[in-house]
């Protein structure tokens, strides 16, 4: 039988199959053998040893579309960061950073700025300027009001989405708000090992509907760039790419050389300057990253 593995702990594998059913399941030993470590997202074939209690074993591992360094996950589709846009306040520095590992690995982003119930004057519009260009879809949506849910909703449907974002933001909210469409409960996972449904503390797949699963990550508060050249950071801000073929010179960085054209619509307004800034400080990151 089939399925998709949703959670893994403590060397269980929790494989949502195709018969609804979630299965408490052992990874064979030849993975360890073979050195290949099963990870939430997986398609597996297992073999069902208590149909009553629901317990197996993963037998074979499907081929993967795609697999995530962090969080460690495979087949995905899509990645959705959630910020506020208030309570607390949106750390776009991290948010970049988090565009950046998304766009290195291949993954369609949507920015999802939660709390528009709270905003303060002119901060939406604000947001909205500055990631226009981007390169990944932008959405505004209030949890508490139900504003924005149902478009989001459409947004995950038939993908396997990872979630991602500071503490604080809403990513249990919104949770709850698609949980109503589940076919399997969130808590199912969360009574086998004994903890409470509410915090996560480890990447795990929650399931919308047969083909829709929604991958829950904890929140994180910083994030490292990975390893790369400074010179490939330019490409993970598409809004320079319109402006680069008028540069002086070939490779140019947009921070000290002359006659840069990036620079030049930087100064008429055509770049987000937070998002300039932004770059520069990375870059100087990964440079003095180089030197030691």
Excluded: W
């Excluded at 766009?103 to 939406?124: H, M, S, Y």
């Excluded at 509410?198 to 829950?216: G, S």
Aim: net charge positive.
């Amino acid at each position: 039988m089939r399925g998709k593995i949703v959670k893994g702990i403590g060397g269980f594998y929790y494989v949502h199959a195709q018969d609804g059913a979630l299965y408490e399941c052992r990874a064979k030993g030849i993975f360890r053998k073979e050195k290949v470590k099963p990870l939430v997202g997986d398609n597996v074939e297992i073999s069902v040893i208590d149909e009553k209690e629901r317990t197996g074993n993963v037998d074979v591992l499907l081929p993967r579309a795609n697999v995530l360094i962090r969080p460690a996950a495979a087949n995905v589709d899509q990645a959705l960061v959630i910020f506020a846009v208030a309570s607390p306040k949106p750390n776009l520095g991290l948010l970049d950073r988090f565009l950046i590992m998304m766009r290195r690995q291949g993954i369609p982003t949507v920015i999802c700025f939660n709390k528009t119930d709270l905003e303060p004057p002119g901060a939406c519009r604000e947001l909205s300027k500055l990631y226009r260009d981007c390169g990944c879809e932008l959405r505004f949506l209030s949890v508490a009001r139900g504003e924005g849910v149902g478009e989001l909703q459409r947004l995950l449907e038939g993908k396997t989405t990872v979630v991602a974002g500071p503490s604080g933001v809403g990513k249990s909210s919104l949770t709850n708000a698609l949980q109503p469409l589940a076919q399997m409960e969130v808590g199912e996972v969360s009574r086998k090992i004994d903890r409470g449904k509410h915090t996560t503390r480890h990447t795990e797949l929650i399931v919308l509907r047969q083909d829709t699963y929604f991958l829950d990550t904890p929140g994180f508060s910083s994030l490292y760039l990975p390893e790369m050249e400074p010179e490939e950071l330019r490409g993970c801000f598409p809004e320079f790419a319109p402006y680069e073929k008028d540069c002086r010179f070939q490779g140019c960085m947009h921070i000290s050389e002359p006659d840069c054209a990036v620079k030049a619509a930087l100064a008429k307004g055509q770049i987000a300057r937070a998002r300039y800034e932004s770059y520069v400080l990375l870059a100087r990151e990964l440079g003095a990253r180089k030197k030691y």
